[in-house]
C-alpha cells in the first residue's frame, strides 16, 4: 500500500494508514487558528464600520460612554 503524506508542501509527514484527512493534525490546526483569526478580523472591521456609520448619520450626537 502507498503511503500517504500530508498535502502541505512544507510539511510532507507521513500519515498513519486509515487517516481520513489529507492533512497532518499539526496543519489542520494550523488552517482552523488562520479561519479563526479572520472571523475576528472581519467582525472587528464590521463593528469599526457600524460604528462609524452609526457616528456619521447622527453627527456625533448620540456618546454612549458619557456619564451625564
Given at each position: 500500500?502507498?503511503?500517504k503524506k500530508?498535502?502541505?508542501k512544507k510539511?510532507?509527514?507521513i500519515l498513519p494508514n486509515g487517516y481520513k484527512y489529507?492533512?497532518?493534525e499539526n496543519c489542520r490546526n494550523?488552517?482552523?487558528k488562520?479561519?479563526?483569526n479572520a472571523g475576528t478580523g472581519v467582525l472587528s472591521l464590521v463593528g469599526l464600520v457600524g460604528v462609524t456609520?452609526?457616528?456619521i448619520i447622527t453627527k456625533g450626537k448620540i456618546?454612549?460612554?458619557v456619564k451625564k
Open positions: 500500500m502507498k503511503e500530508c498535502k502541505n510539511c510532507m509527514r489529507h492533512y497532518c494550523e488552517q482552523a488562520n479561519v479563526k456609520a452609526i457616528a456618546k454612549p460612554n
